[in-house]
């Protein structure tokens, strides 16, 4: 979808500056929303492509006012509420008033170290060839979804080159709105800088992002 969380290629928002010896965490209770948060992955109550999702339709100002993690605790919150978890008078209590109901998977003080340390895959078998090869141009569609998207905007209607063919993988558009898996190729695309932002940019700047193959057409 389009709006305040797709920054790619944007101005404005000032530089970037690391701080000497940043902490992991700022606040303790961003380590609490990031434990919540994996335990929470770990139930396969939602899928990371809804919790991506579930950031994004923020309000604006909510979006632009917060910090990283409080993104996540809104967004969090938020979760829980859709899936009946939590109730909205819960959060305003602060503790529960009504007995939990049951996860499809429960995260326990022993399986911790496997969960995080674990990477599951995304490549799925291809249900037909592809469309594409490497060293053709394509044209990122210059789509506006309502949904969830992986497809920046600032590249959207440009053309590129496609670098790799990863193979077939798990669609975040579809497994956001779906919850289907509805798997598509998946593409390195390169595109020049002048493409991308005209004859004022760096002549030298490559940029390649990963595009499933509904994002892109024949150049």
Known sequence: MDGVHDMGGMHGFGPVRPEDNEPVFHEEWEGRVLAINRAMGYSRTWNGDISRHAKEVLPPDVYLGSSYYRRWALALEQMLMDNGLVGADEFAAGHALRPGKPLKRKLTLDQVQ?????????????????????????????MHPKGHTRLPRYVRG??????????????????AARRDEDPQW??????????????????SVKVSIDAWE???EAA
């Open 114 to 142: 496997n969960a995080l340390l674990a990477r599951g895959s995304y490549e799925r078998p291809a249900q037909a060839p592809a469309l594409f090869k490497a060293g053709e141009r394509v044209r990122a569609k210059n």
């Open 186 to 203: 998946l593409y390195t695309v390169r595109f020049d800088g002048r493409e991308l932002w005209g004859d004022g940019a760096d002549p």
């Open 158 to 175: 440009h053309v590129g080159v496609i670098e790799r063919v990863h193979g077939c993988h798990v669609f975040p558009d579809s497994h």
């Open 214 to 216: 509904p994002y892109l």
